[in-house]
Every structure is written in C-alpha cells, then in structure tokens.
C-alpha cells in the first residue's frame, strides 16, 4: 500500500501562484507514476498532469500547460505542482494519485483545495 498526504492548498487572487505538495509513504519503491486530479464543483474530475518516476517524464493537460509545473524530491517521495498565473476556473479539489505502469491511479490522496478568487 502507498499513503498520499497533500497539502499547500489555499486562498489566492487571481494571476497569483500555489504550490501543491503531495508526500508518498509506504511501497513507494514499488511506484511507477504520481499524478495530479481536480475536481471543481458540479463539474466532473479531470487530469491535471503526470510525471514518470524513474524517467522524469512529464505531461500536462492543456488547460495548464505552461502556468503549472511539476517537480519531484526523491529522497522525501514527495511530488510538488508549482501553479502559476492562477486563474477563477483553476479553483477545484487538487487530488494526487501514485501507481504502476498497469493502474496509474490506484493510489490516491485526500484532496487540498485551491481557490482562486478576489
């Protein structure tokens, strides 16, 4: 089993930035991809972005691509999401998930909220 702790969610104005943290406890040796999910109210949840653990490869939706910013601290199995130029329709529930190659989402987190709003 892997635990996911996410934290850094908050309040922000519009244009500012956030920083997600979501911390892998447990098997992560066995952890093949972490990922990010949000879910907005009354809307349904959709892909944030992803990063292959031993590759580095990232992949971002588009509606993020290029405002958010996926990095990673190995010795600390945590995954961070810079988020950049925030935007009123970034606001959501920001989940994290972790998995193999087979089921890249089977693990997931408890949810950060992140509101945009002046």
């Known amino acids: 089993q892997v635990q996911l702790v996410e934290s850094g969610g908050g309040l922000v104005q519009p244009g500012g930035s956030l920083r997600l943290s979501c911390a892998a406890s447990?098997?992560?040796?066995?952890?093949?991809?972490m990922g990010w999910f949000r879910q907005a109210p009354g809307k349904e949840r959709e892909f944030v972005g992803r990063?292959?653990?031993?590759?580095?490869?990232?992949f971002y939706a588009d509606a993020v691509r290029g405002r958010f910013i996926i990095s990673r601290d190995d010795a600390k199995n945590t995954m961070y999401l810079q988020m950049n130029n925030l935007k009123p329709e970034d606001t959501a529930t920001y989940y994290c998930?972790?998995?193999?190659?087979?089921?890249?989402?089977?693990?997931w987190g408890q949810g950060t909220q992140v509101t945009v709003s002046s």
């Open positions: 998930t972790a998995g193999g190659s087979i089921s890249p989402n089977e693990f």
């Open positions: 447990g098997r992560t040796s066995t952890l093949y991809t």
């Open positions: 990063v292959i653990w031993s590759a580095g490869r990232k």
